[in-house]
């Protein structure tokens, strides 16, 4: 089981800000088959990068994510006040599908 | 409108069987793998399990293996979670997930609002 690691925990930052995910894995990600998601309170998760590094449909461009092989990483240029939320990795490369514990991205 | 709508969730007694239903609609069902993804209160994802576009592709956490069956019905537009001998640490929202493309890699596009299922005595 390839097991997805994300720090920070927690990501304090203001608006306008850029904010840095990383998603480490314990072995390799197959073909960069690793997706990221964002989850509000109440909410369903929304796919917002897939291939490490391309976006779901209707994601703006301040969004973008890299990485390949045990390394991956989400940016978001600028924060909006709508970006305040918790972001999970996920790998859909091999079974187990695994998703990480998710860093939760909060307004300072 | 691309809906995945799941049902079936409740308060069930430790050891007994539930069975969660996902109703999809608004694309062509029969071209596409699906999940099931939990979420115990407060807590993160966790996968439990995904079928193939033709059910020849089935996998399963190891948490759940050998106690979860998924299932599809193409005629019905439907997926299935037969959930038997269930324990307390199953307590959780369950998700039902569609893929992205056609295939059997892939992210999961459209979630349902989740069907929540309570293990208690």
């Known amino acids: 089981e390839i097991v997805l690691t994300q720090s920070p925990g927690t990501l304090s930052l203001s608006p306008g800000e850029r904010a840095t995910l990383s998603c480490r894995a314990s072995q390799s990600v197959s073909s960069s088959y690793l997706a990221w998601y964002q989850q509000k309170p109440g909410q369903a998760p929304r796919l917002f990068i897939y291939g490490a590094s391309y976006r779901a449909t209707g994601i703006p461009d301040r969004f973008s994510g890299s990485g390949s092989g045990t390394d991956f990483t989400l940016t978001i240029s600028r924060l909006e006040p709508e970006d305040f939320a918790v972001y999970y990795c996920?790998?859909?490369?091999?079974?187990?599908?695994?998703f990480g514990q998710g860093t939760k991205l909060e307004i300072k | 409108e691309v809906q995945l709508v799941e049902s079936g969730g409740g308060l069930v007694q430790p050891g007994r069987s539930l069975r969660l239903s996902c109703a999809a609609s608004?694309?062509?069902?029969?071209?596409?793998?699906f999940h099931w993804v939990r979420q115990p209160p407060g807590k993160g994802l966790e996968w439990v399990s995904g079928?193939?576009?033709?059910?020849?592709?089935?996998g399963y956490a190891d948490s759940v293996k050998g106690r979860f069956t998924i299932s599809r019905d193409n005629a019905k537009n439907s997926v299935y979670l037969q959930m038997n001998s269930l324990r307390a640490e199953d307590t959780a929202l369950y998700y039902c997930?569609?893929?992205?493309?056609?295939?059997?890699?892939?992210?999961?596009?459209?979630w349902g609002q989740g069907t929540m299922v309570t293990v208690s005595s």
């Open positions: 079928i193939g576009r033709n059910s020849g592709s089935r």
């Open positions: 997930a569609k893929e992205y493309r056609s295939g059997w890699n892939d992210a999961f596009d459209v």
């Open positions: 996920q790998q859909y490369g091999s079974l187990p599908r695994t």
């Open positions: 608004g694309f062509i069902f029969d071209d596409y793998g």
